[in-house]
């Protein structure tokens, strides 16, 4: 199976890779370091990956990630991405959260994400830092700002199982 992107798409990576099948479809946009997809992977319309140029920022996926359109995965930090796991319309998963000053008081995290296999992240965030286990749901709308583990259900803002 052959790797499928669109033409209107665009990738800037120092270094990218992805497996058989994966599909890349209009208007996505994946840049930073280093991106290392799974097979049968489909980042659909206007998802992006990327953002920070942090030397450790990278995404590493495993077989079939699905993003949904405009979703997005900063990778100013490293994000390690199970295999099987949905990545609903709109949802953002952040590796930073600064932008006023730190010597200002305000608060400033840049932290890896992990996530386990075969998660459904519906319309959510997720905030620098967190590890979701293995077998999650979490409900739409939710702000994921703490860890989740394996095998549950959560929701809310911020999420809670």
């Given amino acids: 199976m052959a790797v499928t992107i669109h033409p209107t798409a665009v990738i800037e990576c120092d270094d990218f890779s992805a497996g058989d099948g994966t599909v890349v ?3 996505a946009h994946i840049y930073g370091r280093s991106v290392h997809l799974g097979r049968e992977c489909f980042i659909d319309e206007h998802a992006v990956i990327g953002g920070g140029s942090a030397e450790d920022g990278c995404l590493y996926a495993g077989d079939w990630l699905h993003m ?17 796991v949905g990545i609903g319309i709109g949802t953002r998963i952040f590796t930073h959260g600064a932008y006023l000053s730190e010597l200002d008081g305000f608060p400033v995290s840049f932290e890896p994400v992990l996530i386990g296999d075969h998660v ?5 965030q ?3 830092g967190v590890t979701i286990g293995s077998n999650v749901v979490v409900a739409a709308g ?10 549950c259900l959560a929701g809310g803002t911020p999420a809670t199982v």
């Fill in 142 to 151: 939710s702000v994921v700002s703490g860890n989740l583990p394996s095998g």
């Fill in 126 to 128: 997720v905030n620098p």
């Fill in 25 to 27: 479809r209009a208007n």
């Fill in 120 to 124: 459904w992240l519906p319309n959510c």
């Fill in 68 to 84: 949904g359109m405009y979703s997005q995965i900063n990778t100013a930090r490293r994000v390690t991405i199970g295999t099987e």
